[in-house]
């Protein structure tokens, strides 16, 4: 990865490391990036979740497309996934979204979409990075004038042209399902609720008034705990929980329990292997999808591909070899036969879909899986160290020695973070305690090395 992007743009505190100058450039970058080829007045969507920066980043990105004679149509607050949509709807030429996801609201961040709706590859974002980092003095970098300056547009439909969308992407109603849904004051706060209700379940809503500073605050999809009280307060059938953009989503079903990224993909890849249209018989997960996954494909005779983490190497896999569905444990999971990226909402649906259509609770459903323990910590280092783990020696040895401790009966895994200053580490095994233990003790040794 480059100096700006990570694995999914640009990311940073807001008005501190990512800036409205910062913002501005990478709106005159990507706008000659991905238009320079079109002999029309271009079009770019720019639209946004619910962080208070939001409106400042707008601001400079849409000065900056609007410098290289595109049209910057504006369409708010909206869910990531609508905008690679929208992108296509609209025929447009590429898609800006501001957003820092799940990240906490003094974080923002700017990705792109091309015309067809998916998320850059390596190539473009370099190319967008050096013309940004080169000052944007690059000589075929033209500034136009005069009558060829680029306007602002605001598009007014957009929520209700994706909301129609995303009703059309199951083919059942949800009459009879009592829905709990946490917004985290995010980019689905209108949108979630909207959808269920119009396809008749019965939707109580929660973390749905953002106020600029609220977005991820204990709730939505990276504080499960919030959803699984609500639901059990409700005495809803499933819960839902959303992250700031929309992109991705987790549940839990009627006992408050957790059904993640991981059972989501079980769930649904039985169901559409069963209709046959798992195609190829195969679901792409990455290296943080848990062994137990692979044990109930195995048992269902489907087969599993795992690529690095970020849905952008799912998505990468699933194109090349022809495949729908695929994902992450943390819910961004990409049904490649009614989107280019993941779509919170459309997993969402196809989840309560299989609920409807089977007459089974979620609880039941889930148990197709069973998950072995894993745990996860967090090692806060330098972020000019985040890729020297793989260098450092005492780290490297005590990993080794773990994995032959566990005899084939769990793994180690680690990783750095693509958007924040933190390496992650993953230890899945039998002993609850014990992988814990050996986590905290090796996130530890990591911090000393590396903080």
């Known amino acids: 990865?480059?100096?700006?992007?990570?694995?999914?743009?640009?990311?940073?505190?807001?008005?501190?490391?990512?800036?409205?100058?910062?913002?501005?450039?990478?709106?005159r970058a990507g706008a000659y990036v991905l238009t320079r080829e079109k002999s029309?007045?271009?079009?770019?969507?720019?639209?946004?979740?619910?962080?208070?920066?939001?409106?400042m980043l707008k601001s400079a990105i849409v000065s900056g497309v609007c410098s290289m004679g595109a049209q910057a149509i504006v369409l708010g607050i909206i869910p990531t996934p609508a905008i690679a949509y929208l992108v296509r709807h609209y025929g447009a030429d590429a898609g800006i979204v501001?957003?820092?996801?799940?990240n906490p609201f003094e974080f923002n961040g700017i990705k792109f979409f091309d015309s067809n709706g998916y998320k850059l590859p390596d190539h473009l974002e370099n190319e967008i990075e050096e013309i940004v980092l080169n000052n944007c003095n690059n000589e075929d970098l033209l500034r136009v004038k005069g009558e060829d300056i680029g306007i602002e547009k605001i598009e007014e439909n957009a929520v209700e042209d994706y909301i129609s969308?995303?009703?059309?992407?199951?083919?059942?109603?949800?009459?009879?399902?009592?829905?709990?849904?946490?917004?985290a004051n995010g980019a689905s706060y209108r949108v979630a609720p909207e959808v269920l209700e119009r396809l008749g379940a019965q939707v109580?809503?929660?973390?749905?008034?953002?106020?600029?500073?609220?977005i991820n605050d204990k709730c939505g999809s990276t504080y499960i705990s919030r959803i699984s009280k609500f639901t059990i307060d409700t005495g809803a059938d499933v819960g839902l929980a959303f992250d700031g953009d929309a992109d991705r989503v987790l549940a839990c079903d009627e006992n408050g329990d957790l059904v993640d990224g991981d059972k989501i993909l079980a769930i649904t890849g039985l169901q559409l292997k069963k209709e046959g249209k798992l195609k190829k018989n195969t679901i792409v997960v990455t290296v943080m999808t848990n062994v137990g996954f692979e044990m109930m494909a195995a048992k269902e005779g489907i087969n599993v591909v795992r690529t690095k983490v970020g849905d952008r190497y799912v998505?990468?896999?699933?194109?090349?070899?022809?495949?729908?569905?695929g994902g992450e444990q943390s819910g961004h999971i990409i049904f490649l036969d009614y989107g280019t990226t993941g779509d919170g909402i459309v997993t969402a649906l196809q989840l309560l879909r299989i609920m409807k259509i089977t007459g089974k609770k979620l609880s039941e459903l889930a148990s197709v899986m069973e998950a072995l323990p894993q745990v996860l910590v967090n090692a806060k280092v330098r972020n000019e160290k985040k890729q020297?783990?793989?260098?450092?020696?005492?780290?490297?040895?005590m990993c080794r020695k773990l994995e032959d401790e566990f005899?084939?009966?769990?793994?180690?895994?680690?990783?750095?973070?693509?958007?924040?200053?933190?390496?992650?580490v993953m230890i899945e095994g039998k002993e609850l305690d014990i992988i814990t233990e050996k986590a905290k003790k090796l996130a530890s040794i990591i911090e000393e090395r590396l903080g």
């Open 1 to 27: 990865m480059g100096k700006l992007f990570g694995t999914d743009g640009v990311r940073g505190i807001a008005n501190v490391e990512l800036t409205a100058e910062l913002a501005y450039k990478l709106g």
């Open 40 to 55: 029309h007045r271009p079009k770019i969507l720019v639209g946004m979740d619910t962080r208070i920066s939001g409106h």
């Open 98 to 102: 501001i957003s820092a996801s799940h």
């Open 165 to 183: 969308y995303v009703k059309n992407t199951i083919d059942t109603d949800l009459s009879g399902l009592k829905i709990a849904v946490d917004c």
């Open 204 to 214: 109580i809503v929660c973390e749905n008034k953002p106020n600029g500073v609220n």
């Open 315 to 325: 998505l990468e896999e699933m194109i090349k070899n022809g495949y729908v569905l």
């Open 388 to 397: 020297a783990y793989l260098e450092d020696k005492i780290i490297a040895d």
């Open 407 to 424: 005899k084939g009966e769990g793994r180690v895994l680690i990783r750095p973070s693509g958007t924040e200053p933190i390496i992650r």
